[in-house]
């Protein structure tokens, strides 16, 4: 299954390498199988330089990745990637493709732009709900919960929350025995929503 996340300049660091490692450790503690291939999408074919200068390689762009199941767009300083047509165009294309879109944090105000599908509940991090609903108003936003299962919307509050998600999403997608196994591996203490 191919896992694709976004990321972009000022992209919260927590935000696509806890995603990343959930799931190329589940891959790795699952016997016998590899179930989940997962690499970085950024707009253009250069680095990445997410918050506090960290310099990160993509794997792919947006107009030369593989196709992709499950698109995770992460948070971070999003605003100027809101303004980028090129990008919004692409993530509401992959919202017509892929079996389900996960967001972290700010990562909900990139696909509530993109107009990639009515969203329904939704959540993100504390500290930026009200902005969320003040830009979307038509949302349902959630709060005090690590994430939200909307169906082919999955999206979560921020940093360590987005690990958390993408937990519950090898559970989802896999097995809650897989992603036990992974929280383990990765010594982590997986917060369940109430």
């Not at 935000?15 to 199988?33: I, M, W």
């Not at 047509?85 to 700010?106: F, G, H, P, R």
Request: proline share 3%.
């Amino acid at each position: 299954m191919n896992i694709g996340i976004y990321i972009y300049d000022q992209a919260e660091v927590l935000d696509f390498s806890g995603p990343f490692e959930v799931f190329s450790t589940a891959s790795r503690v699952c016997k016998g199988d590899n179930p989940f291939s997962v690499f970085l999408i950024a707009e253009e074919d250069r680095p990445v330089v997410a918050r506090a200068g960290y310099r990160v390689i993509p794997d792919y762009t947006i107009s030369n990745h593989p196709a992709l199941e499950v698109l995770i767009i992460v948070g971070g300083v999003h605003t100027a990637e809101m303004n980028k047509a090129s990008v919004k165009e692409w993530i509401s294309l992959q919202a017509t493709k892929v079996d389900l879109i996960a967001t972290v944090c700010t990562g909900v105000f990139l696909l509530a732009n993109a107009h990639a599908m009515s969203l329904g509940r939704v959540t993100t991090h504390w500290e930026d709900q009200n902005d969320l609903r003040l830009a979307f108003p038509s949302l349902d936003i959630v709060e005090g919960v690590r994430w939200v299962d909307d169906g082919k919307v999955i999206s979560s509050g921020g940093i360590s929350a987005g690990i958390d998600m993408c937990l519950y999403l090898v559970s989802k997608l896999h097995s809650a025995e897989l992603a036990h196994k992974t929280a383990h591996q990765m010594e982590y203490v997986w917060v369940k929503n109430i």
